[in-house]
């Protein structure tokens, strides 16, 4: 009986492990690339280039469990809520000067330029890295709200310049050259594709909106987290393809 009942649970148990086991691998196949680890934003080493991050973690550079920026709290030159647990300081700039293409959209990206409805303030979590003008070391704060200042010359233009968007502009925010964000998307342009429940449904794979579903935004072409992709782009751009999930060329 005892053999019995344990080939039985034998039989009962190892099958259903083997199927679990080989489930999982087919999910860690399916995620592996989706992984900020061994990405650009994975500062955990602490050496070369990612010398300014002493802690050995990755996720505390942008997100923390205490401290960390209340939905919706006031800092200066943002507007629109924050990111989850947010860590970072944010940057200060409120005269970004940003691109204007004839006949095209621009950024907005000022608080005090920005109608009520625009933005979600999601990009300004992005800047706080990318416009040039905050240290990458300034993150962390204790729990009366004070953050570390940063170590100046630990800038994005510092570290890796072909990543500061800003242009090296300190306090001025340059982004005249780059592609706009934080703009509510086109509904009856010809040339973009439309849009429907915050997302692009465009010729490959839907690009997220956000502030409510209608904003592009940096993270509509880049997911921070990772995607397998160069530079963090959602899409594979290979033939223009990330391109083509919005303009109809």
């Known amino acids: 009986m005892k053999t019995l009942i344990s080939s039985r649970w034998h039989r009962t148990v190892t099958v259903p492990l083997a199927v679990l086991l080989m489930g999982m691998g087919l999910m860690i196949s399916g995620t592996a690339s989706a992984q900020i680890i061994g990405t650009a934003h994975d500062f955990q080493d602490g050496a070369g280039a990612e010398a300014w991050n002493t802690t050995g973690e990755i996720c505390v550079v942008c ?7 209340e939905v919706g709290e006031g800092v200066a030159g943002a507007s629109g809520t924050r990111g989850p647990l947010w860590n970072r300081t944010l940057s200060a700039v409120n005269n970004y000067t940003v691109y204007s293409g004839l006949n095209r959209v621009g950024s907005f990206l000022e608080t005090s330029t920005t109608p009520s409805t625009d933005p979600s303030g999601v990009s300004k979590l992005c800047l706080s890295c990318h ?9 962390g704060r204790t729990a009366g709200g004070a953050f570390e200042p940063g170590t100046a010359g630990n ?6 310049p072909n990543a500061n ?5 300190g306090v001025n925010g340059d982004l005249s050259d780059d592609h706009p964000v934080a703009f509510t998307f086109p509904t009856t342009d010809a ?3 439309p849009f429907t429940s915050g997302f692009v449904t465009g010729q ?3 690009l997220p ?3 409510g579903g209608d904003q592009m935004e940096c993270a509509t072409c880049h997911d ?3 995607t397998g992709n160069a530079s963090l782009l959602r899409v594979d751009n290979a033939g223009s393809g990330l391109c083509l999930n919005c303009h109809i060329k």
């Open 224 to 226: 921070v987290h990772g």
């Open 155 to 160: 800038t994005m233009q510092d570290v890796r």
């Open 165 to 169: 968007i800003g242009e090296g502009s």
């Open 131 to 139: 416009d040039g003008t905050i240290a990458l070391d300034s993150f």
């Open 63 to 69: 997100h923390t469990p205490h401290n960390a920026y």
């Open 204 to 206: 490959t794979t839907p």
């Open 209 to 211: 909106l956000f502030g």
């Open 191 to 193: 040339e973009i594709v």
